[in-house]
C-alpha cells in the first residue's frame, strides 16, 4: 500500500504486475488497472479478499483474516497462516452440520456492552485434494485466479437463519503442524492480542493512529474471549476428532 502523489486521499494497493488498485475516498470509488492477460476472476480475488477487507478495517472496524462456524450461542473463530488448513477445518466443520459464515474475513464490532463479529462476505476456497477429502466429491466452483489451483466453492447450503451479529464463544489459533494426539493451549493475553493482530487486515500500516486503534480493538477482544492454541497433525483423518475436541470445549455456558 502506498499513498497516491498527485492526490494523498487515495491509497494504491498494488499486486506486482497483476493489478493495482486506486482506493478513493472521497468519490468512495475504486479504480482498478490491470494488465490484459490478467483474469476477470484473478482480479475479483484480489479485490473481495485482499482490498475490501482492507477498506473496511481503515473505516474503523476490526477485520479478521478468520474463518467463522455457527455453534449453539454464537460462533467460532479459526485463525491461522497460509497452509495451516482454516479453510479446510471450516468446511469440515459446514460438512458436518455447522453452518459457514466465511473462511476469510470476520468483522469484530461493538454490540452494546459486548463483542460481536459477522461475515464480511461468504466464502469457501479449498484445493482440490481438501474439496474430495472434506466433501466426499467435486463441488460447484469458479477458480479463485491463475496462480493457484485453490477453487472457489459456490454450491454451499446456506444457513437456515442469517443473523446481524455472532456473540464470538472462542478463538482458535492453529499451530504448526506436528505428529502426535491434538493438543489445546490457552494463550495469555499479551499472545492473544498479538495473534489477533497480526491476523488483522489494515489499508495504512503506516497510519500511527489506525494502528493503535487496531491494537484497542484486539486487546479488548483477548480479554473478553478465550483464545487457545490447537496443535494437530496435518491429516484429513485427524478432522473428524479435531471437530469434537473444539465443540466440546465451547458446550454449555
Known sequence: MTRSISDPA???????????FEVNFGRRAIDVYRLPAVSDNTVRHLLVDQVLPRIVAHEGSLVLHAAGIEIPGGAILLLGLAG??????????????????????????QDGAALQCRPLYRSLRLFPDSVMAVFNGPRGFTPVAEYTSKQNIIDLEEPE???????????????????????????????????????????DPSDPGRAEARLRQAAALAATVPMFEIGYPRDFAILPELREVILADNRGG
Do not use: Q
Open 84 to 109: 495451516r488448513g482454516k479453510s479446510t477445518l471450516a468446511a469440515s466443520f459446514h460438512a458436518n452440520g455447522r453452518a459457514l459464515l466465511s473462511d476469510d474475513a470476520m468483522v469484530v464490532e
Open 161 to 203: 437463519a442469517t443473523l446481524p451479529g455472532y456473540a464470538i464463544r472462542s478463538i482458535y489459533w492453529l499451530g504448526e503442524p506436528r505428529a502426535g494426539p491434538i493438543t489445546v493451549r490457552r494463550l495469555a493475553h499479551g499472545e492473544a492480542c498479538m495473534a489477533l493482530v497480526e491476523h488483522s487486515f489494515s489499508l
Open 10 to 20: 487515495v491509497l494504491l494497493v498494488i499486486f506486482g504486475e497483476l493489478a493495482r
